[in-house]
């Protein structure tokens, strides 16, 4: 490929599926002054609600919203009295958190940046990461698992989130909504096992370029990282064409070891 495949996707995001809006769709006025008023309301993966108890007290804590733009889970921990900063590689997911934040009065720290690279923070930096469904968009993980760690004080959390390897087995038929189409074997990598036009009809769709991550890299990845896993659940689209076959998502807590 002559552009790079994160470059590719951060274009994608700055015009996202019609599809994925409700992943890229801003909180409401009402939903901030229900978050001021003690509610919170965040997702990880697709419909389910982050238990409560995952969250450490957020008042005061250092919290790093990773590939989370958008204005939908940081000004509801900025409405809890937390210090949150925002990466994400889309422009226009950032352009949209840092008109919520203006909307509402808050302070924030924006910042581009891919987590594929290392993260432009100091060690031991936050108290807690927010990582909704993103590492299916970068090929390697490890390394961004570890930059998690890094910049995690000891005891820190991390909520993250991943779509299932089986997933990438199967596409929407797109002339027919109800039906699911094999694709590759697994390991899935776009930049490999697409051509060159399946790729163009792909990113004619507004859909970004998707990896396939085995659970040695998800859950093993965390683990060789330095995090203790504490908690864990499956998600779904709430409705959505693979939900008539599987859950494709698992959300995942896990804690920096001392």
């Given amino acids: 490929m002559n552009q790079d495949y994160t470059q590719i996707n951060a274009a994608v995001w700055d015009d996202i599926n019609e599809c994925l809006t409700d992943k890229a769709t801003?909180?409401?006025?009402?939903?901030?002054?229900?978050?001021?008023?003690?509610?919170?309301?965040?997702?990880?993966a697709g419909v389910h609600l982050v238990p409560r108890a995952w969250f450490p007290e957020l008042k005061g804590a250092d919290v790093l919203a990773l590939a989370c733009g958008g204005g939908q889970q940081?000004?509801?921990?900025?409405?809890?009295?937390?210090h949150v900063t925002v990466t994400d590689v889309s422009a226009r997911q950032l352009a949209n958190e840092r008109l919520v934040a203006e909307r509402e009065g808050y302070d924030i720290r924006?910042?581009?940046?891919?987590?594929?690279?290392?993260?432009?923070?100091?060690?031991?930096?936050?108290?807690?990461?927010?990582?909704?469904?993103?590492?299916?968009?970068?090929?390697?993980?490890?390394?961004m698992?570890?930059?998690?760690?890094?910049?995690?004080?000891p005891g820190g959390v991390l909520m993250t989130a991943f779509v299932k390897e089986e997933h990438f087995l199967f596409d929407?038929?797109?002339?027919?909504?109800?039906?699911?189409?094999?694709?590759?074997?697994l390991p899935f990598d776009p930049t490999r096992d697409l051509t060159e036009e399946q790729r163009q009809a792909?990113?004619?769709?507004?859909?970004?370029?998707?990896?396939?991550?085995?659970?040695t890299e998800q859950?093993?990845?965390?683990?060789?990282?330095?995090?203790?896993l504490t908690d864990i659940f499956e998600d779904g689209d709430g409705g959505g064409l693979f939900d008539r076959w599987m859950q494709s998502y698992v959300a995942v807590r896990a804690m920096r070891k001392e």
């Fill in 26 to 44: 801003a909180v409401s006025h009402e939903d901030f002054l229900a978050a001021k008023g003690g509610a919170l309301d965040v997702t990880l």
């Fill in 74 to 82: 940081a000004p509801i921990f900025a409405a809890h009295g937390a």
């Fill in 110 to 143: 924006i910042l581009e940046a891919d987590m594929s690279q290392p993260f432009p923070f100091e060690d031991a930096s936050f108290d807690m990461i927010f990582n909704p469904v993103s590492n299916c968009y970068i090929r390697d993980i490890l390394p």
């Fill in 145 to 153: 698992q570890r930059e998690c760690a890094r910049v995690l004080r």
């Fill in 172 to 185: 929407p038929d797109f002339q027919r909504e109800d039906v699911l189409i094999s694709r590759h074997p």
């Fill in 202 to 215: 792909q990113l004619n769709r507004r859909m970004p370029l998707a990896f396939s991550h085995t659970l």
């Fill in 219 to 228: 859950l093993g990845g965390l683990m060789q990282a330095g995090f203790e």
